[in-house]
Every structure is written in structure tokens, then in C-alpha cells.
């Protein structure tokens, strides 16, 4: 099963430094990373950075279609008002299909803020206590967010959005 996992850290380097720990995780196999990609909010700034991981996972799963239109409807529609809400609403209707609901989607809105950062992570398998465990202890303030696809939900992403065919 393949999971979309969001850690948010507190600071908006926590993301980038959770890389390097990754990488330690993928090594010991307690991780199998599909797919990364970082948003870091810097305080200054009225709207995040955001950036496909690919010196983790190389191309990545997905590519930058999936994680460009994810985070345009999680952090830049909002700036757009009104004018675009019907597009808001296909857009989250779609990402539904899924298993990428609204509360999903407010919740990472209301979390990830100036000064914040979040891993946005597709993973196949994963020892979740031990990564909890490695994330909790050495980097400041990381919380798990996450919501699971079902085995539909994952086939129609990855017909949907070209990704590698060999990645199960």
C-alpha cells in the first residue's frame, strides 16, 4: 500500500534537514520512499517555496504534476480569492478521488504557516514508529500528518499522473 505522508516541523529548515535523516531510514530499510517534495515557508514571505525532493528519490514517482497541483490547491489557491473558487472546488473534488479529502487539505493549511516547513512524502513500506521515533528525537517539533490510499485510490493516481510503472 502507498501512503501520502505530510511531517511539518516548526521551523522552515525542518523539512530540508529531515532529508538527510531519510536518506539514513531508506538505508537501515525502515522507509521506502516513491516520491518527496518540501515546502518551506520562510517568515518573510507571503507565500511558501516548494520544491520536488529529487536528490532523495531521483525523477520521483510522480513527478512535479502531482505535487504542483497538490500544492497549488493546499497553499496558493487560497491568495487567489473568489474569482477562482469553482476551479477550487473541481480541483478538490479531484485530489478526493485520492483519498485527499478537504479536511486533509485545511489541516495542512492551518499547520503549515510562516515560519513552518512540511515533508510531503509518498511511501510504500514504512516502520512508522521508528521513523515517529528518528523524526521526534532529532528534529524540533515534527508532526505526523498523513492519510492513506486505498489500492484504487493509488492505481488511479498513478494512471493519472505517469508514474513509474515498476514502483509497487
Do not use: C
Not at 494512471?159 to 514502483?167: I, L, Q, Y
Request: proline share 2%; no cysteine; net charge negative.
Amino acid at each position: 500500500m502507498t501512503a501520502l505522508t505530510v511531517w511539518k516541523f516548526d521551523s522552515e529548515n525542518g523539512a530540508e534537514r529531515a532529508i538527510d535523516k531519510l536518506r539514513e531510514l531508506q538505508k537501515q530499510q525502515l522507509i521506502q520512499v516513491f516520491d518527496a517534495a518540501v515546502v518551506k515557508w520562510p517568515t518573510e514571505r507571503d507565500k511558501p517555496k516548494t520544491n520536488q525532493a529529487v536528490n532523495l528519490v531521483g525523477s520521483g514517482a510522480m513527478g512535479g504534476a502531482f505535487w504542483g497541483l497538490l500544492f497549488g490547491l493546499i497553499f496558493f489557491m487560497p491568495f487567489l480569492g473568489a474569482a477562482v473558487g469553482a476551479a477550487v472546488g473541481a480541483l478538490s473534488g479531484y485530489f478526493s478521488d485520492y483519498g485527499i479529502n478537504d479536511n486533509f487539505i485545511k489541516d495542512l493549511r492551518s499547520k503549515v504557516t510562516k515560519g513552518t516547513s512540511a515533508l510531503f512524502l509518498l511511501t510504500g513500506q514504512v516502520t512508522v514508529d521508528k521513523v515517529r521515533d528518528e523524526f521526534t528525537g532529532e528534529l524540533e517539533h515534527a508532526e505526523l500528518l498523513q492519510s492513506n490510499l486505498s489500492k484504487a485510490q493509488e492505481a488511479k493516481l498513478r494512471e493519472d499522473f505517469g508514474a513509474d510503472p515498476e514502483v509497487q
